[in-house]
Each structure stands twice: as structure tokens, then as C-alpha cells.
């Protein structure tokens, strides 16, 4: 038989051992209860060895997860004694964890205003947890190091007080870790104005050709107003030169009438009110450019939404097709909060988008309808293309998604546009109207709506 195997006592040989006097039935029912009891033992046995065999693969679990934390673990008792520390405060102290176990808390401490804190902790009545607690530690060199420590209570299974779990990481970790935060928060904001702005390029790239149709009227108007004055300038210069030779009166008066000075000055006032009409109109459309090609400055301002979708529409149908007709059907003025270029971007991405989704249309047309509703500027545009496929809505509005071929769009219109939308406190909504065609719901605060509940 094998060392620790164990065998019930043979029965036949108990009989034969029976002391003399006990019946033999009455000696049978003896074994059986020790059988009984022996196969119980065999049972508790196994059990045991299950259960410590479980025990030692939860300490060892216990154990990796303590020596992996990269914080500060101190396990203390009523007192502020030490129990258990894990491998981050012996590396910190550079002390082992026999020597650490048993000595007080306090003596890692660096100065005594740091352990007049922690002692608190450990008061009769110190169970409220302690957070983010700046406290001076004793490192391995000699020096004090700040750490921003964590007390907890910690309780048996019966609710009583065991000690405190202090937790902790050194200040200038935590330091470097929130500098690093921060700087790829700074990034991600930075890139994100480069994506909005490329975006942003990348449409007025696409307008320029009706840009400069739409600077071409004004200024051909001023150059025609202006070659005329250089004309009516002329005659003025040689009548004026014969006032100031004195000539006769008659000799005068034909030279008027030759020269149409009556003419001309009654040409003055419409030439230069033209003029100037011109050059406000040019500078308008310049100053409009520069306001949406510019970078965002988180301006917000009152504005007039009808204008923005005017000037939009404006500058989109002057580069698209003949056939692309924006039927606009909005009120007299439907005023908003917040910044008018960025506004501006949004609803020329959605006309563009309009006039590419129709482009295979033998009548390509958009509608936009503006009304006010429950407090809020509600513009819907709605086109009369092959609408948006289901398996698309869910990520129309998701960066870099596009239906176009490559090279055609970025993406990122419609993906920025929401966001520009939502931080304006608004929302942008894409769907298929019923009676067909894609329709973008764009809604926005009413600027006059507070006024008026």
C-alpha cells in the first residue's frame, strides 16, 4: 500500500476480534456506523484538500494583482500598524515587505504635520474615507516625496472596524500624467480646427467659380461708371479751361452745348451713387469670404438666418449647373445666436450636397422651408434625388463617411456640419421624405423665442 493511502478496517476481522458477551448483530450494526463515519472522514477529507487547493490559487491570485498595482498599497490595523504592503511601497521606501509588516504608518511619513493627519485617520472615530490627501513619504534616498494618498476603511464580514487600506501615487506622476492629458487634448482640439478648416477650404475651392461671377456684375458696373467719368472728366477739364480764359459768353454757351456739361452733370450724381453702390456690394461679397475662410474664433452674435441661406444659395447656384433650381420659400427674417460663418458653412454644405445628390435629375431642385416651431428656427431641405439608402442613414453624419466616388469628397462635410450644429445648441437631422428625396431638418434656437413664451 502506497505512503498516506488509507483502507477501511477489514469487517471479518472485527467480528473475529468481537469481546465476548455481544451479540453478533449488535456488533455488525457497530462496524457499519464506523464505516459510515470513516467514509464521512474520507469525504470531509477530499473536501478540505478541494478547498485548500481553491484557497492557495486565490492567494496567489491576490498576490499577482498586489504586485502588479503600480500605486502605493499599505494594509494597516486598528492602530496604524502595517499588515501587508505591496511591491510599489517597498520599491518607493526601499525596504522589503518583512521589515515593513508590524512598524507603524507614521514612520513612513516625512514631517510631523504629515502624521498628526494620518493619525487622524486612525481615530476612534476616523471610518469616512479620505481622498486625494497630499502627504510627505520617506523615499529610498532620504528625500520627501509628495503623494497623493487615498484611506479607506475596511471591515470584517460582520461590520467590525479591521484598519485602514491606504492607496497612493507620487504628486509628479500624477503631474506628468495630467500635463500629457491635457497636451493630447490641446492636440485633438488643434487637429480638429485643421479638419474644420480644410473642410471649410475645400467648399469655398469648390465656389469659387460662382464667387467670381458674383463679384464680376458689381465690378463691371464700377469699371463701366468709371470709364464714363474719365470721359465726363475730360469735357469738364476743357470747358473749365476756357471759364478761366475769360472767353466770350456766346463763345461759352457753345461750348456747353457742344460739350453736353448740363449732361454731364446731371450723369454725376447716378454715376457716383453706382459706383459706390458697386464697391459696397464687392466689398459685401469680400467681406462674406473672408468671415467663412477665416478661422473660428467662438464668435457669437446675433444673426439673421435668412441672410446666411440667401448668400448660401447665392454662391452655390453660381457654380452649379443650369438645371440645379433652390426654390426658398422662408419668412421675412428668422434670427439666431451664435456665428454667422460657421452657420454659413453649414447650410452651403447642404445645398452642395443637394445639388450633387439631384445631379442626375433631368430637373434637379432643392426646396427649403423655414418656420418657427415650439421655440426653435426649423429649416428643412428637401431635394428631389434618389434619397439616402437605409443601410447609410445610421452613419451619414459619421467623419470621413461618403457615398461620393474618391477623389470627390472628404467625408467630413456633413460630419462637421453636426457638430457645428449641436454647438450652436441645435440639431441636424437626415431622412427620406415621404414623397421622396433626401431631407435634412436643420433646427436651431430662436433668438427672440425667451422673449416671447
Not at 71 to 83: A, F, K, M, P
Not at 145 to 173: A, D, F, H, I
Not at 332 to 360: R, Y
Request: hydrophobic residues 40%; aromatic residues 6%; contains cysteine.
Amino acid at each position: 500500500m502506497a505512503d498516506g493511502e488509507r483502507r477501511l478496517p477489514d469487517s471479518s476481522a472485527l467480528l473475529a476480534a468481537a469481546p465476548e458477551g455481544v451479540g453478533e448483530g449488535a456488533w455488525i450494526d457497530v462496524i457499519q456506523k464506523m464505516d459510515e463515519v470513516y467514509s464521512d472522514l474520507l469525504q470531509y477529507e477530499v473536501a478540505l484538500e478541494e478547498k485548500n487547493a481553491k484557497l492557495e490559487e486565490s492567494q496567489g491570485f491576490i498576490l499577482s494583482v498586489l504586485t502588479s498595482i503600480s500605486d502605493i498599497l499599505v494594509v494597516c490595523d486598528r492602530r496604524g500598524h502595517i499588515e501587508e504592503v505591496n511591491r510599489s511601497l517597498e520599491v518607493f521606501t526601499g525596504r522589503a515587505s518583512e521589515a515593513l509588516r508590524g512598524m507603524p504608518f507614521f514612520e513612513l511619513l516625512a514631517d510631523p504635520a504629515a502624521v498628526e493627519v494620518a493619525r487622524g485617520w486612525f481615530a476612534l472615530r476616523g471610518d469616512a474615507p479620505t481622498h486625494d490627501c497630499e502627504l510627505a513619504l520617506k523615499a529610498a534616498d532620504g528625500s520627501a516625496v509628495p503623494v497623493s494618498l487615498n484611506c479607506t476603511p475596511r471591515y470584517s464580514s460582520v461590520g467590525k472596524s479591521l484598519g485602514m487600506v491606504v492607496t497612493g501615487r507620487p504628486v509628479g506622476e500624477l503631474r506628468k500624467a495630467y500635463s500629457a492629458l491635457r497636451q493630447a487634448h490641446d492636440d485633438l482640439k488643434r487637429t480638429q480646427q485643421q479638419l474644420l478648416h480644410s473642410e471649410k477650404m475645400a467648399s469655398l475651392g469648390r465656389l469659387v467659380a460662382g464667387v467670381a461671377h458674383e463679384l464680376n456684375n458689381p465690378i463691371s458696373f464700377i469699371l463701366g461708371n468709371t470709364h464714363a467719368l474719365k470721359r465726363y472728366a475730360g469735357r469738364l477739364e476743357e470747358y473749365l479751361a476756357a471759364v478761366h480764359a475769360c472767353e466770350q459768353p456766346e463763345v461759352l454757351g457753345e461750348l456747353r452745348q457742344r460739350l453736353r456739361i448740363d449732361r454731364i452733370l446731371g450723369d454725376l450724381d447716378p454715376l457716383i451713387e453706382g459706383t459706390i453702390e458697386g464697391a459696397e456690394r464687392t466689398r459685401d461679397i469680400v467681406d462674406g469670404l473672408k468671415r467663412f475662410s477665416a478661422l473660428d474664433r467662438e464668435e457669437s452674435s446675433r444673426f439673421d438666418l435668412v441672410a446666411v441661406i440667401g448668400r448660401s444659395v447665392t454662391w452655390v447656384c453660381k457654380a452649379a449647373p443650369e438645371r440645379f433650381v433652390v426654390d426658398v420659400r422662408l419668412p421675412a427674417e428668422l434670427p439666431v445666436i451664435g456665428s454667422s460663418g460657421q452657420m454659413q458653412q453649414v447650410v452651403m454644405n447642404l445645398v452642395q450636397n443637394a445639388s450633387d445628390a439631384t445631379a442626375g435629375q433631368d430637373t434637379a431642385r432643392l426646396q427649403i422651408d423655414g418656420t418657427i416651431e415650439d421655440g426653435d428656427v426649423v429649416v428643412r431641405f428637401h431635394d428631389n434625388g434618389p434619397g439616402i439608402d437605409a443601410r447609410h442613414l445610421p452613419h451619414i453624419f459619421d467623419p470621413f463617411f461618403t457615398t461620393k466616388p474618391v477623389g470627390s469628397g472628404t467625408g467630413l462635410g456633413l460630419s462637421i456640419s453636426y457638430g457645428i450644429v449641436e454647438r450652436h445648441g441645435g440639431g441636424l437631422a437626415a431622412g427620406n421624405h415621404p414623397g421622396g428625396g433626401a431631407e435634412f431638418v436643420l433646427r436651431l434656437p430662436w433668438a427672440d423665442g425667451a422673449r416671447r413664451v
